[in-house]
């Protein structure tokens, strides 16, 4: 401790000169009035002083004080985001809670059948917003919201359509095994058969004798012409030959490693067909994952349309929507059974909605 003394005429100039030197911290050890100048004490001036001092020890406290209260305001600060935070995660939850049980349940229901949690999340959220700005909030109404969010995201139907002059090409595109000559067939009978349509059929699958066959025996049963192609001039010669047709089909072989028809390949083969309509046949038994590497190999054909098959074999609906919801590509039909030609049917928003929200 360093001691110091001070003098002034009067207190405060004491005082003064003490806080000058010592700052305001200074500690006040001893004030005393003496005499200055004349004869033994006598007769002098009469002056203050002061003896001050600045205890090392008072600035170490100060800092550790200091010290102290940061950490104190630090941890208040921490307990207030801590409270904070327990306060919007009760809130989640007591919101999750006060969610009505309708909404849950038909969160449920789309998660169950297949539709990704992602656009669950993103509907539900949806639903929920739009349910507080109404004024009737009863189960009825939440179905209602969620079958216009969903129907929204599912696109309408886009079947064949016929131009007003010559004929329309329609190629069925896909893997192996996913429906593709089944489907040709359905689509040829309705047509012929019901839309009293003038059609004919060509295949392309000439890798498989059976996959012929296949399609042979369709086209005799429902009495329209067939043509089988080996490459991208054939394809066109036949073309030719049903130019006066009102519906040319065009079956295609699925792509395998193990099938010498390539992307490439079948690209090659309708490259060069104007005005051709392609139509990718999905199995709704596909694992999504798997769906979308397909989607995106048969883009590079370039695809016009998308066709479910093998509904019937699956409670995976959601599917559908996952997809409308991510690729531009319209559903076309759906088919939900083996039987030819019956189990087809055009894709209806409506009936995939009610299926996603029955009981
Ligand atoms: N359950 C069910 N099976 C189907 C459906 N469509 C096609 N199939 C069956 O799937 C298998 C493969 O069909 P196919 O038309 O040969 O497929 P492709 O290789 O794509 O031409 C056959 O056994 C068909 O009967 C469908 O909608 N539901
Ligand atoms: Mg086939």
Redo the contacts with the bound molecule.
Sequence with gaps: MEVKRYRGENMQEAMFKVKVDLGTEAIILHTRKFKEGGFLGLFGKEKVEVVAALEDESCNNRSKEEQQLQSELSQVKQMMRDVLKELEENKLQTSYNNLPDKLKEIVDKLLTRGVKEELVTKISTLVNDRLNSQEIKNSEMITKLFSEEIKARLNRGSPIQFPAQGSKVVALI????????????KLAADFSLKENKDVALITA?IYRIA?VD?LKTYSEIIDVPLEVVYDPDELQQALNKFASKDLVLI?TA?RSQNNEMHMSELNALLDRINGVEKHL?L?ATTKYRDMLDVILSFQQVGLNKIIF?????TKNLGMTLNITNQFEAKLSYI????NVPE??EIFKPEKIVNSLLEE
Excluded: C, M, R, Y
């Design positions: 896909g893997p192996t095994g996913v429906g593709k000559t089944t489907t040709v067939a699958d996959a296949q079956d699925g046949v199995s098959t093998k509904l019937d074999e088919t939900n059974g083996q189990d087809i």
